[in-house]
């Protein structure tokens, strides 16, 4: 019996200059945003990195704790990531949007079920 194993490889890309100081930080290549598969509408411009002032783009941080998004693209997701989990909405605790009641949401040995929201980069793989 043969084993096949697929690579994938992102690249990553560095910013040049962000306002006219040079920066060292990892971007990667997003072309879309899914909530349980489905194209979320964004404006695709701010993932990309803008060539006139480096601003934009997707980096890749370990510094923050949790993912932040531009705020268009932010309330986009939430949106569709509301709309697709279908749970009982509870007071927002900050930094956090949007926040959800645990009573009627599947939980497996892996956590709760929740609708995946991906980032689509290079190709569809």
Known sequence: MSMHRVFLL???F?????G???????????KSVKVNEKIIPINAKFLSINNTDGYGGTKISTVNPYTVLETSI????VEAF????????VASMAPFGACFSSKGIVSTRGGPVMP???LV?????
């Open 74 to 77: 932010y309330n986009a997701v």
């Open 116 to 118: 995946p929201i991906d």
């Open 20 to 30: 006219g100081v040079a920066s060292s930080d990892n971007f990667i290549g997003v």
């Open 10 to 12: 992102t690249p990553l």
């Open 82 to 89: 509301v709309n697709e989990l279908n749970a009982t909405r």
């Open 14 to 18: 560095i910013n040049p200059e962000v």
């Open 121 to 125: 980069l290079q190709n569809e793989n």
